[in-house]
């Protein structure tokens, strides 16, 4: 039984999922909307939202942290520099999740993951 037990697999080894979740934190860090699957949206909201926060405090362990986690140093510079100063009065919540509707595929439900204005 998998009572408590937080997170989502997503049919993925570890490795694979961490990688799968820095991939798409670096692509919603640079392109500012994707477009996933509502699982792996609710998955990356929240690393998304801390690394943003990781820019704001702007210090050099925050810029360290970071960029163990983002995968290209100009985006790392972006977030430091043009995303904090843009959410630097809002205390969170810096993502927004809109439906799509099903994936004609798979019938997956398919999200739009956007950085709110």
């Known amino acids: ?4 037990v937080a997170g989502r697999k997503l049919g993925r080894s570890s490795a694979h999922r961490r990688a799968l979740y820095r991939n798409l934190v670096t692509d919603l860090l640079n392109y500012e ?3 996933t699957t509502e699982a792996k949206a609710k998955e ?3 690393l998304a939202e801390r690394m943003i926060t990781l820019g704001k405090t702007g210090g050099l362990h ?3 942290q970071a960029l163990t986690f983002i995968l290209d140093k100009k985006i790392a510079e972006k977030v430091f520099a043009e ?3 843009r959410y ?7 993502t927004r999740i809109v439906k799509l509707g099903p994936r004609p595929g798979d019938g997956a439900a398919m999200v739009q993951l956007e950085l709110v204005e």
């Open 44 to 46: 990356v909201r929240g």
């Open 62 to 64: 925050s810029r360290r």
């Open 88 to 94: 630097a009065e809002r205390p969170g919540g810096y």
């Open 33 to 35: 909307k994707i477009t």
């Open 83 to 85: 995303l904090a100063a």
């Open 1 to 4: 039984m998998r009572h408590k």
